[in-house]
């Protein structure tokens, strides 16, 4: 009986927070069924070219390989807003990140792997220092997070766009973007034949540690109980500004890296709007909201995410229904979850 | 029959019968008291007879016959009026435009403003209720405010006038001029319902008494056959005892010292040059009415608002400008003011809101690594020892009562062992066995020899625990007493302000 018992307190725990977002991926793939029956296509057709799409042989690895970059724009997103912090200059952080990236794997004087190394952590420190300055806007000066890092997001563009124009550029290719990249400082294949990359690794190994710190340590605790309460968190003693700060840095570098994941282990270069087109900072921000900042829902609903969009490529191609209505499924997923407020409440 | 009768009222929310077959007898020209703990069901009853809320089964006769409220419209139409603790007026327009609001005298298409003056004029002189028909409602003080809340239902020709909360923002001076108010209504044949906590209060003005408990009736008594235990005994069903002993000791060394603190706000000085010191096994009550300081004062004391001048040490050593947890690390612990918005997480499990501050620390946390098992047993010790009703330590902290809630923040400020404790209203709005239980904590504290800075809107609460008292009023410190010397009725005068030397 206790063992029962404990089993369910640990159910309850850690999978209670995901009940809300199960019955709004229902709500959504009822309500794009219902679409698809209203413009005359079989939903049965639409959901099995989906799954197929996003999960069957090959689309596997497709779906892999995109989950890895939105996962880790999900965690970006998700850190800050576990303390109720928006960052919304992701895609700012990303550019910068893969630049920084492209430039040291391409200039640094150095044996491969090394180079490697730096790129990386290079493409993180800029992400992180970028994202640290609209932090320090608002300690110091008041300037709202949430207009700083979407604002300061052109200019990162606008930057980057630049170096791959005039400095940077590649003469030999009809695209703004930098030269390619040396197969001995990429990011190697992780499975031969498929588009995973190490970058798989790196983003897996981070989500574990980001659900770790935030379960288990007490930085995490700080965070999550900021997200409840700011009031309580201050009055408590938890130091906000030094917090907002460090989450900044955090959510930058992860952007950072990401970027370089991209830039080391699929695109082989810095092209101008490259690494922002797929819109990852946007997906990952809505996968981040639709776990309210939970980093373990995050991640799974970021998955699914990928699944749909990859899914929706493919469903579009074999049977020509237009990926749109994926989206159309993510935003009423979103939609429906925002009313968790009223409808979780009550029960 | 009765003038006013509410029958065998029933209420149900989810999960909860406010009301349960509660019946209500009240005679005309009567103050009546309706008496009970937090969710004793008194606001429920009231909110019925105003309309607010419709009963599930009985019903209300009025005059001999039977209402059918809809509305507070229909509860006014039949000459039932209420004054609710959070007044509702229009801040930007004048005593008359807020009494005739909806109800104005009219020549043609426009309001009659000279009727309307002379109106409120003489409905004020009539029932003895002094006020300035043109003066602003922005330039009146609380109590003014009141007696307009009062004007406006009696303007609508209310013949039950509710009273919730009435006293809870006034001054002991105001307080009996509401009194006499009262007394004269019900004299003029105005029926008065007093909805309130307060025992000596229902003491002085009311004549009969109603106590609810859990949704029903517990006890109907005659003020002047009763006594304040009885009423005791019927709001919780078992005997408190609230006059707890208190033993004469001798305070030690300053543990907390503030020197000319001044708290700015929008260029306003709100903490003016004030100075204060808290010595070990002492309690320094503050008194005063809400709003004239004392939030911002403590809330400096505890590094969180930015002091414009003077400085605050703690155990000698200078934390003016230094953060909260800086503050609290080198001695202080705090009891904030509002349970629910800024001394707990309502979604967060008592685990958590037990563990907060003591979550970068042996034994809850090692390496930086929270220590569940740690974390547990200490949220149960303290539950326990506190003996807060909670289903688990896992259960989130917003379904408890105001009393457990309080005895969840109490239990953790104390656990910290810091030798100053700042208890900011430490039992408003909690039942009476909770008051008694932090009330003991509190002297026992004291005993132990921490020093205590005590900030209270109830004199009563500041006369039984206090070794000294100090009262604000605009910022400053107009006062200060030892226990000895002080009593309401001086109290009082300098929480009004009216003894500025």
């Known amino acids: 009986m206790k063992i029962a018992a404990d089993v369910r307190r640990h159910l309850t725990r850690h999978l209670g927070p995901l009940l809300p977002i199960v019955g709004a991926v229902a709500v959504g793939f009822g309500v794009c069924g219902l679409i698809a029956l209203w413009v005359g296509l079989s939903p049965r057709l639409m959901f099995q070219q989906l799954m197929i799409g996003a999960i069957e042989g090959p689309q596997l690895f497709e779906t892999v390989a995109r989950a890895v970059p939105l996962v880790g724009m999900t965690l970006a997103a998700a850190i800050p807003l576990r303390a109720g912090i928006v960052n919304l200059g992701a895609d700012g952080q990303l550019a910068l990140g893969g630049c920084a990236a492209a430039i040291v794997a391409l200039y640094l004087p150095a044996p491969d792997l090394v180079r490697l190394g730096v790129a990386l952590t290079a493409g993180m420190a800029v992400g992180s220092a970028y994202a640290a300055l609209a932090a320090a806007g608002e300690i110091y000066a008041g300037v709202p997070l949430l207009l700083s890092t979407w604002l300061l997001t052109y200019p990162a563009k606008g930057l980057c766009g630049y170096l791959v124009r005039s400095p940077l550029r590649d003469p030999s290719t009809a695209w703004p973007s930098t030269a390619r990249i040396a197969v001995g400082s990429r990011l190697g294949s992780l499975l031969p034949g498929t588009p995973v990359n190490q970058g798989f690794l790196l983003i897996a190994l981070l989500a574990v540690a980001v659900i770790f710190i935030d379960r288990r340590s007490s930085v995490g605790f700080e965070l999550r109980l900021r997200g409840l309460n700011q009031r309580f968190a201050r009055y408590g003693g938890v130091a906000l500004n030094r917090q907002t700060l460090g989450v900044m840095l955090a959510s930058g570098a992860i952007a950072g890296l990401v970027g370089a994941i991209m830039v080391l282990g699929s695109q082989f270069r810095y092209t101008d709007g490259a690494l922002t087109a797929p819109q990852y900072s946007w997906s990952g921000t809505l996968a981040a909201l639709l776990a309210g900042g939970e980093p373990l829902g995050s991640v799974i609903a970021a998955v699914l995410f990928a699944a749909l969009q990859t899914g929706g490529f493919a469903m579009e191609r074999s049977v020509e229904i237009p990926r749109v209505l994926t989206m159309v499924l993510q935003s009423i997923v979103i939609l429906f979850l925002a009313m968790r407020g009223a409808i979780w409440k009550r029960s | ?501």
């Open chain 2, 1 to 501: 029959m009765a003038y006013l009768e509410m029958i065998d009222i029933v209420k149900r929310y989810p999960g909860v019968l406010a009301n349960d077959h509660v019946d209500l007898a009240v005679e005309r020209g009567e103050i009546h008291a309706v008496m009970g703990e937090n969710g004793a069901g008194k606001s429920t009853l009231m909110s019925i007879l105003y309309g607010l809320q419709s009963p599930d089964e009985g019903y209300i006769r009025f005059k001999g016959s039977t209402l059918l409220l809809q509305s507070p419209l229909d509860a006014i139409a039949h000459g039932i009026g209420m004054v609710h603790q959070a007044f509702k007026l229009f801040e930007s327009l004048s005593v008359w435009e807020n009494v005739v609001y909806r109800r104005e005298p009219r020549r043609g298409i426009f309001v009659d403003g000279a009727r309307a003056r002379a109106q409120v004029a003489e409905l004020a002189r009539r029932h003895g209720l002094p006020i300035d028909p043109e003066a602003r409602v922005s330039t009146l003080p609380v109590g003014v405010r009141q007696r307009l809340e009062i004007l406006k239902a009696l303007y609508r020709d209310a013949q039950v006038l509710i009273l919730d909360e009435p006293t809870a923002v006034l001054t002991p001076a105001e307080v009996a001029t509401l009194f006499k108010v009262m007394r004269s209504l019900a004299a003029a044949g105005c029926t008065l319902l007093l909805v309130t906590h307060k025992l000596n209060e229902v003491m002085a003005v009311s004549d009969r008494i109603t106590v609810l408990r859990n949704g029903r009736v517990a006890e109907r008594l005659v003020t002047a056959d009763t006594h304040v235990d009885a009423i005791v005994r019927a709001m919780t069903g078992h005997h408190v005892t609230l006059r707890l002993p208190k033993q004469p000791r001798e305070p030690g060394a300053v543990q907390l010292e503030a020197k000319d603190l001044r708290v700015e706000q929008h260029g306003r000085r709100v903490v003016d040059d004030v100075s204060l010191s808290v010595r070990g096994g002492e309690i320094v009550g503050i008194a005063g009415v809400a709003g004239n300081g004392q939030s911002e004062l403590i809330e400096a004391l505890m590094g969180l608002t930015p002091v414009v001048q003077g400085s605050v040490l703690v155990a000698g050593r200078d934390v003016t400008h230094a953060s909260v947890a800086a503050h609290r690390a080198r001695g202080l612990s705090y009891i904030a003011e509002d349970r629910a918005r800024t001394a707990t997480a309502a979604s967060a499990s008592a685990t958590d809101n037990l563990a907060m501050g003591f979550h970068r620390t042996a034994p809850l946390a090692r390496k930086g690594l929270l220590q569940p098992q740690a974390m547990r047993a200490w949220a149960s010790s303290l539950i326990e020892r506190f003996d807060i009703k909670i289903a688990s330590p896992e259960t989130a902290v917003g379904t408890l009562s105001g009393g457990n809630l309080q005895k969840i923040v109490t239990a953790r400020e104390l656990a910290h062992n810091a030798p100053v404790l700042i208890a900011e209203q430490p039992t408003r709005g909690v039942d009476v066995g909770a008051i008694a239980f932090i009330h003991g904590e509190l002297l026992a504290e004291r005993e132990r020899g921490r020093g205590i800075l005590l900030v209270s809107a109830e004199l009563s609460e500041l006369l039984a625990l206090a070794d000294r008292i100090l009262v604000m009023y605009q910022g400053r410190i107009v006062a200060e007493f030892a226990r000895a010397d002080a009593d309401e009725a001086t109290l009082g005068l300098y929480m009004a302000g009216g003894a500025r030397a």
